[in-house]
């Protein structure tokens, strides 16, 4: 499978605990994207990588939040002490920087902060 | 700053009809990119087509095709003779600078097609 993949895919946590998801982009992707989408909402963009570097961070994304691609494969976000309003579904996408590619997106994580 | 407007929320339509899904976007960027994606009930998002702002040329892929006009700053997409298949929420987002930056969606519209 050469598409985006995401682990977990489901995650319930009770609310103050961390959790941390797993993007693994399309291989040789440079860039690598976090958006959020709640319930009848469109998709929320959070932050970007390309290779390892964190180019844009949304305001969206708080302290409690992080986002890290250590050898500019595969990408985690942390959520630290979640809460009720964190209950979303994180996306992931890539993306190759080269000739204006579009995103693909990966299923998603899917977390419920009871 | 940008925005992505999808005035529709829900359509429902009968097999075999024509549909057109509005897209209204803004931007003070005259280098832009837009965008089409289809999120079946699986969840996952899957792209249908960009288009650039310097390319105002409607397409036509099979049964979808797009409508590009600057002067109205719309993207709208038409499904012809629609399927049970079609149904899903279909989002139009939009990107300043190149097609690789950060994506603005609009809220979706849910597309129902029954037999």
């Known amino acids: 499978d050469t598409g985006v993949s995401q682990d977990p895919r489901h995650k319930i946590t009770k609310r103050g605990q961390n959790v941390t998801f797993r993007c693994d982009p399309i291989s040789e992707h440079n860039r690598l994207y976090w958006y959020r989408q709640t319930l009848g909402q469109g998709p929320e963009f959070l932050t970007y990588f390309q290779n390892e570097a964190q180019l844009e961070k949304s305001r969206l994304l708080s302290d409690r939040f992080s986002a890290e691609r250590p050898k500019g494969s595969f990408s985690t976000l942390e959520i630290q002490r979640t809460e009720q309003g964190d209950s979303a579904m994180y996306l992931c996408a890539s993306s190759l920087v080269l000739d204006n590619n579009e995103q693909f997106f990966g299923p998603g994580t899917r977390l419920t902060v009871l | 700053a940008q925005k992505v407007t999808q005035a529709q929320t829900e359509i429902s339509v009968v097999e075999k009809e024509d549909v057109t899904l509005d897209c209204v976007y803004e931007?003070?960027?005259?280098?832009?990119?837009l965008f089409w994606y289809k999120q079946p009930p699986s969840g996952e998002l899957v792209f249908l087509i960009r288009r650039n702002s310097f390319d105002e040329q409607n397409e036509i892929s099979g049964r979808y095709s797009w409508n590009f006009q600057k002067s109205t700053s719309s993207f709208n997409f038409t499904i012809t003779a629609s399927q049970v298949v079609d149904s899903a929420v279909y989002f139009c987002?939009?990107?300043?600078?190149?097609?690789?930056?950060?994506?603005?969606f609009g809220k979706g519209i849910t597309l129902s097609v029954r037999p």
């Open positions: 987002a939009l990107s300043e600078g190149g097609a690789n930056s950060k994506l603005t």
């Open positions: 931007t003070r960027d005259t280098t832009y990119y």
